[in-house]
């Protein structure tokens, strides 16, 4: 998809995840059902193009650097707040980096 190129794929594990059926890509379970989604996007260059570029449009939507950078940052902030939540209970632990060591207090 990132290279603006349609695809044909099962929809199982990761390729069930991404991009939208049929704007993005073709799915086919049967051996019939790949030579028919082959067969269009082999006909139909119009639609290769669409679908390309859906693809494309897709990607860097969702997967480029920005989209990633803000997972990223949210995921982090999560962890934090998680573990002052965890500390304030007195639950959790801190990490390694910031743990007292033990060799102070000899």
Known sequence: MAVGVPY????VGGSAEIGVEGTTHLFATTNEEWRQALNDLLANADRR????AAGRRHVIE???LEAQAD???SSAA???SNQR???NRGTGTLPVNQAPDARDHL
Do not use: I, S, Y
């Open 8 to 11: 044909v794929a099962t929809p």
């Open 78 to 80: 999560e962890r934090r």
């Open 62 to 64: 969702h997967f480029g």
């Open 71 to 73: 997972k990223l940052a």
């Open 49 to 52: 193009q669409q679908m390309g």
């Open 85 to 87: 939540n965890d500390l």
